[in-house]
């Protein structure tokens, strides 16, 4: 199976604060990655596909990086709805995995 | 507006199967643009992909669960199934429902997630 880890593990930041987040894959999975949005309680939420693509309805502050084994998760000016987990996917192959996640807390 | 919602025991024993059942409203399951997924996320853990149904029946499951994993769909109804036999405690997770998109193998659709707590 392909181990997804991230870093960091949490996170404290402002609101306006520019803020990454990293993915890194155990073997290379291309531009196979995706990432979600988790708050406590909810289903992950759809926030880039491809590596690189903006879901619809998902704000353009949210960019994503990254081919091969080492991909990143921006979020260009922080808001009070951005305070949550965010975790990564590979889908370049079964069994899909996932990151451990990041826990984004405001400071 | 896709929805999916799963539904199912919150209590299954030891030993005994977990059985959940996802109801889509919004949207055909016999669409061939799509696969049906299930995913579960033990406390405090990361997600787990399960398994995956495709319209005509193509199943896909978790090396890990293979061996105890069934997922069926009933097109009739526009739902599919999961049933996991032989629960220990570690199977006690939340499990989702979710929409898988063909080639880019992403979830863009979930289910509000079901806690299946596995206890005597």
């Known amino acids: 199976d392909i181990q997804m880890t991230q870093s960091p593990s949490s996170l404290s930041a402002s609101v306006g604060d520019r803020v990454t987040i990293t993915c890194r894959a155990s073997?290379?999975?291309?531009?196979?990655l995706i990432w979600y949005q988790q708050k406590p309680g909810k289903a992950p939420k759809l926030l880039i596909y491809?590596?690189?693509s903006l879901q619809s309805g998902v704000p353009s502050r949210f960019s994503g990086s990254g081919s091969g084994t080492d991909f990143t998760l921006t979020i260009s000016s922080l808001q009070p709805e951005d305070f949550a987990t965010y975790c990564c996917q590979q889908s370049y192959n079964t069994p899909y995995t996932f990151g451990q996640g990041t826990k984004l807390e405001i400071k | 507006q896709l929805q999916l919602q799963e539904s199912g025991p919150g209590l299954v024993k030891p030993s005994e199967t977990l059985s959940l059942t996802c109801i889509v409203s919004g949207g055909s399951i016999s669409s061939s643009t799509y696969y049906w997924a299930w995913l579960r996320q033990p406390p405090g853990k990361e997600l787990e992909w399960v398994g995956s149904?495709?319209?005509?029946?193509?199943?896909y499951y978790n090396p890990s669960l293979k061996s105890r994993v069934t997922i069926s769909a009933d097109t009739s109804r526009n739902q599919f199934s999961l049933r996991l036999s032989s629960v220990p405690a570690a199977d006690t997770a939340v499990y989702f429902c979710?929409?898988?998109?063909?080639?880019?193998?992403?979830?863009?659709?979930w289910g509000q997630g079901t806690l299946v707590t596995v206890s005597s």
């Open positions: 149904i495709y319209y005509n029946g193509n199943t």
């Open positions: 979710a929409r898988l998109i063909s080639g880019g193998w992403f979830f863009d659709y």
């Open positions: 491809a590596a690189s």
């Open positions: 073997q290379s999975i291309s531009n196979y």
